[in-house]
């Protein structure tokens, strides 16, 4: 059967590019340094410290990271070790599906526990903004294999710059160094780190119905 994704063919394929690389030895460290659980940790707690104005958000601020964040990267851990899958990157677009419904669940109850505990309304908005944005990936995940990295990368920029300050916005320079990470060790396209990057941007709209 042949696969639709426009950068490896196989995941063999992918790690032997990757090897290659001259510049994998950089590009390996970005994208495990910025991987989506490290980001959206800071990220989080970023927003809920904004968001209430005080030390109790950064608490919701880690509800949300341990939820969107640090919950599918154990899920991910897990089913690694039952040897579903070989790494954390998951390359082969078709095996994600359940990563995502992990994600979607989690945010979800989250989200639950932020409303019966009135957190404040910016961390609340992020956390429905990225469980939207969730829904979008996996929708384009069933034809196209659109970055999930470059998309946290880009969206734990644009939230915290949308509830705090637009000096948040300085930090994109990450997003771009992710981008290429994913690009040079050949799990992705330029198309689909841009993509993946555009779609983070765009959860900030999630606040102009705030």
């Known amino acids: 059967m042949t696969r639709t994704d426009t950068t490896a063919t196989?995941?063999?394929?992918?790690?032997?590019?990757?090897?290659?690389?001259?510049?994998?030895g950089a590009a390996r460290t970005v994208t495990d340094m910025f991987q989506p659980r490290n980001v959206l940790l800071v990220g989080m707690l970023g927003i809920g410290l904004a968001a209430a104005g005080h030390w109790t958000g950064l608490l919701w601020g880690f509800l949300g990271a341990l939820c969107a964040g640090l919950v599918p990267a154990g899920y991910i851990e897990w089913e690694r070790g039952r040897g579903t899958w070989g790494d954390r990157h998951v390359v082969d677009r078709t095996k994600r599906a359940p990563i995502f419904f992990v994600i979607l669940g989690s945010i979800g109850a989250g989200s639950l526990v932020m409303v019966m505990g009135h957190a404040p309304t910016g961390i609340l908005v992020a956390m429905l903004a990225l469980w939207a944005m969730t829904v979008i990936i996996l929708a384009v995940n069933t034809v196209w294999k659109i970055s999930v990295d470059a998309a946290v990368a880009s969206a734990v920029v644009a939230l915290p710059a949308a509830v705090h300050s637009p000096w948040w916005l300085l930090a994109y320079p990450m997003t771009v160094a992710v981008c290429w990470s994913r690009v040079a060790l050949g799990y992705h396209s330029v198309a689909q780190t841009v993509a993946g990057a555009s779609l983070g941007a765009a959860t900030a709209g999630a606040f102009l119905f705030v």
């Open 10 to 24: 196989t995941d063999t394929t992918v790690d032997a590019c990757a090897d290659a690389s001259p510049a994998t």
